[in-house]
């Protein structure tokens, strides 16, 4: 998201987690899985490590179609890794919806099921990013026919019941691999996955904002990003300090320190409610604090690196996504009226290169939406009550599906932090979908 990419590990983080589990049966420790993967046609084994005593960690590439509908059109070779424990097992299938994470660590739906974890880096993504890069093959689909292939590929050895796993972005990845090929797994878990069904419909983001928290936090909050707007003359000059000590730029992207600073103060509010909450509220500085201590404020909050060249570089197949076919959330900022200065700035295209900026197609939303509430089956969507990203989600209406909302939970939202009896049922459906007691 563009308030997430940065600090999405905190979300990773809550659902990723060491690789323990209970101990392998008996006789399974060996069971050939090395040649398994090599005999895997387009399959190649970069590493193989042993991580504890149950899990072999196990990097891998796997040659993709750039354009899934047209195979003879080239190919790219995409990063997955494999946290392997026994073929028998159950396997989540599990994305970040960006780069893939390494380390050893299992996701929250792995832990629980005590089984097999296929990681998978999203296409145009870390080192999955065809050459040269054409940006049309980026879509929802295509990643779906991704995941499809690996799965198609990895299912004659892993034979125990498949699960589809992410968080935020990966949620929403998830989501669209279950639209496109329902019959790839048993079940989804989609953490904190928004929904803009009408990228144009942004009133349960402003209703949020309205309600979150207390209405002293919220009025602190509004009063400091009034405050560091009014200082810009003062403010903007020190973030042109920081850029040039730490060789962060502006052009390629945003288009000027100014531009960026009016972003990141626009972005502190919903970054605060995404990752920190109302226990921080007491250290958002009033009207009398000093500039340094504002500047310093928003940085600890929005990370002034997001939104610098080199902080949207790794992130530019979102912004493209977001821009064309995922959208974004549109907020009024009416409590900060003759304060900005550059209209239109909060969207997707804003952190996008000039060639790259889209036009944007709600199509395929649509058709995800009405998918999800009048047809899915086997779906389990959580979200963190105090999440701005969870403002808009999907709202599935039968076929085994189920919503839970974490108390007070951010976007690090998990089953582990749902309400005892919700997460004693959360578990229960999941290891039901996943064939295990």
Known sequence: ??????????????????????????????????????AVHGLKV????????????????????????????????????????????????????????????????????????????????????????????????????????????????????????????????????????????SGVVAYVAPNDAVNSDDRRYEEFFTQVGTPACRTALRNVQREALKRRARLVPKLKALAKRDGLTFTKTVGSADRSFELSVLDSVWTFWQYFGTRYCGGIPGSSASDTAIFRWVGKIQQWYVYTDQGIAPYLGYYYQAATQLGWATLSFGHLKGLLRHPGLYQANSSLPKSLRSRYDGAAMKDVDAWVTGRSSEMMFVYGEYDPWSAERFTPRGGDCHV??????????????????????????????????
Not at 81 to 101: C, D, E, I, N
Request: with cysteine; glycine share 10%; proline share 6%.
């Open 404 to 437: 839970f909302v974490a108390p007070k939970g951010n976007h690090g939202a998990s089953i582990a932090t749902l309400s005892a009896a919700d997460e004693e049922k959360a578990t229960a459906v999941l290891s039901r979908w996943a064939g295990v007691s």
């Open 46 to 185: 970069v590493s193989k490590k042993r991580v504890s005593a149950k899990y072999t960690l196990f990097t891998l590439t796997f040659t993709q179609p750039v354009d899934h509908r047209h195979p003879g059109a080239g190919t790219f070779k995409q990063r997955l890794s494999v946290m392997h424990r026994s073929a028998s097992l159950p396997t989540v299938l599990f994305t970040s919806g960006y780069s893939l994470y390494g380390g050893s660590r299992l996701s929250e739906p792995s832990r629980i099921l005590g089984g097999n974890e296929i990681a998978v880096e999203h296409r145009f993504f870390g080192a999955s990013t065809p050459k040269p890069k054409d940006w049309t093959k980026l879509d929802i689909w295509q990643e779906a026919s991704d995941e499809h292939a690996i799965v198609q590929a990895l299912k004659p050895i892993y034979t125990g019941n498949w699960i589809a796993a992410g968080g935020s972005k990966g949620g929403m990845t998830a989501v669209y691999h279950r639209r496109f090929y329902p019959g790839d797994v």
């Open 1 to 38: 998201m563009p308030r997430g990419p940065i600090l999405l590990i905190c979300l990773l983080l809550s659902l990723l987690v060491p690789g323990t589990a209970a101990a392998a049966p008996a006789g399974e420790r060996d069971d050939g899985i090395l040649a398994k993967l090599k």
